[in-house]
């Protein structure tokens, strides 16, 4: 299947910052991409949006560079101060919102149920939730790896159904998510087989959900990562920030 490399921003960039780096991955990307497909996408901070667009109407290269979010409200629109509904996003052609990433559920207490209330918000205006999943160092160590990503997948499917087919999965285990640890490529597809036989009970659709791998992902480590038989992409934090890297995911991604 042809893989997906999500950047995701995080609260980093501004005006200036974006311009500079969109308009040198618009320049890198005819070439990452030209021995194979890939898809391409960048979760930027929602103010950013209208930029975004603007620099894609004067960039053709930036058409291959989909639109995504970082999240995304479980409502869908009312007296929710300080929200953006999926409906918001849409307007902005946004293709992606990752739903559920670590440090939503860390800092702001989001819990499996309200992850799954956000990707169906999301599906039901046509953009895929990228659903994040992925264990603690503690619960790592207490061996509890497959217990914890099987019960935030398992809040997904049961709000979401039969439209489960239409999510990307990512699994981020906690521990190398800006910490330059990154799971072997073997403790990865361990895991990425377990999603996978998850999905299979409850779509039939299982093999063509793309499931992505995050958690220091960097240039030099894509490759054998993304050589996975489970393992369908990457979302990229810190070297998403940095075009080269970034394009060298990507040509990793499309090799
Ligand atoms: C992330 O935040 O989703 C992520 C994978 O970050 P990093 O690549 O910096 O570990």
Not at 13 to 39: I, K, R, V
Not at 140 to 167: F, P, Y
């Amino acid at each position: 299947m042809t893989k997906l490399i999500a950047g995701n921003w995080k609260m980093n960039g501004s005006l200036a910052a974006n311009e500079a780096l969109l308009s040198a991955l618009a320049g890198g990307l005819p070439t990452a991409l030209s021995s194979a497909p890939c898809d391409v996408a960048v979760c930027i901070p929602a103010p950013y949006f209208a930029q975004f667009q603007a620099l894609a109407a004067t960039m053709p290269a930036l058409a291959a560079v989909a639109l995504g979010a970082q999240d995304v409200s479980g409502q869908s629109a009312g007296a929710f101060t300080g929200e953006v509904s999926a409906a918001m996003l849409k307007d902005f052609a946004c293709r992606y919102a990752i739903v559920g990433h670590s440090e939503r559920r860390q800092y702001h207490g989001e819990t499996d149920a309200l992850v799954a209330a956000k990707a169906q918000q999301a599906l039901a205006v046509g953009i895929t939730p990228i659903v994040c999943v992925g264990e603690t160092l503690a619960e790592r160590e207490a061996g509890t790896t497959t217990e914890v990503v099987k019960r935030q997948l398992a809040a997904v499917i049961h709000a979401n159904g039969h439209c489960i087919s239409e999510i990307v999965l990512a699994y981020e285990p906690v521990w190398a998510i800006g910490t330059g640890k990154t799971a072997s490529p073997e403790e990865a597809q361990a895991v990425h087989a377990v999603l996978r036989a998850q999905l299979a009970a409850a779509t039939e659709h299982a093999s063509r959900v793309k499931i992505i791998y995050g958690g220091s992902m960097n240039a030099a480590n894509a490759a054998i990562l993304l050589a996975q038989p489970d393992i369908d992409g990457g979302l990229i934090g810190g070297a998403s920030l940095k075009v080269a890297d970034f394009l060298s995911i990507v040509s990793a991604a499309a090799a």
